[in-house]
Every structure is written in C-alpha cells, then in structure tokens.
C-alpha cells in the first residue's frame, strides 16, 4: 500500500545552524508533497509544498528539493531559530480522485538557544 | 474566518460508551478528513468523504463510522469505544483540484479511553 517514511524522528540543532529531514514516498503515483509544521497543542498548519513539475522550492529560509527518481523529497531549514522547534510532517498525495494524504511519522526539531 | 474547527476538544470515555466528534468548515472545501495522531506513527487517515453525502475508508476505519451529511460537517462516531482508541483526532477539510491542494487541520480533540 501507500507509504511515506520520514527520517529522523529527533533532531536537535544549535540556533543558525540547518536541519534537513528527508522523506520518502512509495506510490509512483504521487505528485503533490506538503510539509506541515504542528506546534504543541495545535493542528498541522502548512509551510510549503512542492509539486511533481518541480525538482526545488524556496521560501525564506525554507526549502524542499523533490527527486522523483528516488522517490525522495527533503525538507530543508536555514539559520535555524527557536521559534522553528515544533513537530515536522511531510506528506505525499495524488492530485487526482480522492486527493488523499499520506503522512510520514513525523519529525521532533528542537533549536537548542 | 473559523476555518476548521473540532468539537470538543477534550473527551473522557469509559470503554463501551459511545461518543460523536464534530468537524465544521466555513471554507466550502468539497473533500474532509479525519485522522488520528499516536506517538511515534504520525498522522493515519481514518475516513474521508470528497463531497456531500460520501464517505470512504482510510488507512484505520475499524471502530469507527462517519457521516457527510452537510457538506460543512462532518461527524465521526465511536460506537463502543476501546482503550485503543486513545488518541488526538484532527479533521481537515480541503477544496481539492490540481491547483487547489492545501489540507487545513482543527485544532484536535483529545480522546483517551478507560
């Protein structure tokens, strides 16, 4: 069945360095991949997203890079600051149909001060 | 604007007991989720529904019965609830469409189980 895996669970950073997550999708299928920031307490919220057309995004200190061929998607975050620790999710999903959205297991970002 | 918003947000059943979550959205989206968060396991879709008086089955739907009967609502049941089913729900609703493809989650309900 459909599947995203997400690597690493935990991640600490000192403040200004980056993060990387990486994810991984198994539905050839997939063409439209979210990230989604969830803060304690809170509902995920997206940060951004990329599309199957496309091998790059950015915005700010945010980007994602997408490889289609490794089915592999990455999420990339610069001069890490502390309000930047929250949970991670990317997502892989079908633009087409049912527009279901696979989740990965999660990320634990903390931006050590 | 409401957005996505989840009634109650917080819920102490007893193992038998039966209860309904509400999702509303003032957004018109055509298609809602429902997903539970466990540690460790992310986010798994229970059921879904893409328009007004459809559901379908998600990843995890045993336990569990949902009901689109207005396009802004929609209701996810536990029948007998089980230990099991501890866990924070969050619905989303999106508009679906190529270009239209952003989910947006409530903020939770919180159910444990005893």
New interface residues.
Partial sequence: ?ENVE?HP?TLSVQEGDSAVIKCTYSDSASN?F?W?KQEL??????II?IRSNVGEKKDQRIAVTLNKTAKHFSLHITETQPEDSAVY?CAA?V??G?????????TRLKVLA | NAGVTQTPKFRVLKTGQSMTLLCAQDMNHEYMYWYRQDPGMGLRLIHYSVGEGTTAKGEVPDGYNVSRLKKQNFLLGLESAAPSQTSVYFCASGSGGPLNTEAFFGQGTRLTVV
């Fill in positions: 069945g997400q669970s439209y979210p989604y307490g809170k509902g995920p919220q997206l997203d999710f999903s633009t087409s049912t527009y279901k959205y696979i989740f990965g297991t999660g």
